[in-house]
């Protein structure tokens, strides 16, 4: 054999190893991919019925507490609107929460008092030090994904328009806050035991908890 002979073997043999590896990992990533199917087929239904379960037992929780609900607001005048109900056990060792999430919403109003906010807080804008702080007040007033302010920080905005005393600044907050029309949102059940320390630790009730 040549040396071109060979050169050309060494070639075609290093292009044929090169198209097996191929070949190999193409049926790897097929193999890949019939194993992710097939286990997803196998689990997906063991899981909806699991999460089925799970939402059917906390519904029954919920509803289980309804009597001592109603007792609750006739002995100690609990309003309806309160957001969470947190029950213990006569020994201390067990307690159950329930309640909703709240949606932070305002009415259409709450732009005219973002509109006289703004308007005071950049007319102080003086120097390089007003204007820093300005940005930071501005701040408070973006919006979150939903289009909405965050109602802890409207309660910092009140506080610095009492501190200044602004009237304009004051009126501007006192109509955001007037606006704020929250809404209610999931209804959640947490439930909690005391370990050996004597400190709460939470019972897994989440699908996404393993």
């Known amino acids: 054999m040549t040396a071109e002979e060979r050169q050309e073997f060494e070639a075609y043999k290093l292009a044929k190893e090169k198209k097996a590896a191929e070949a190999k990992r193409k049926s790897d990533r097929e193999a890949y991919t019939e194993l992710v199917d097939e286990t997803i087929a196998a689990v997906m239904p063991e899981l909806t019925n699991i999460s089925e379960a799970i939402a059917q037992k906390k519904t029954a929780a919920a509803e289980a507490f309804r009597g001592a609900l109603e007792m609750k607001a006739e002995l100690f005048g609990v309003k309806d609107d309160q957001q969470s109900h947190t029950f213990t056990n006569s020994e201390g060792t067990m307690r159950i929460t329930i309640g909703h999430y709240m949606l932070d919403n305002y009415r259409d109003t709450v732009n005219e008092g973002i509109a006289m906010v703004k308007t005071y807080i950049e007319s102080q804008a003086r120097d390089d030090a007003s204007r820093a702080l ?12 939903a289009g909405n302010l965050k109602a802890s920080r409207v309660l910092q905005l009140q506080k610095m328009a009492e501190e200044t005393g602004d009237e304009r600044f ?6 955001i806050q007037e606006s704020y029309q929250p809404t209610p949102s999931k209804d959640y059940i947490r439930a909690a035991v005391r370990d050996e320390s004597g400190a709460w630790v939470a019972v897994p009730l989440s699908m996404t908890d393993v």
């Open 134 to 145: 300005v940005k930071a007040i501005l701040r408070l007033l973006s919006r979150d994904e």
């Open 170 to 175: 004051i009126e501007g907050v006192r109509i």
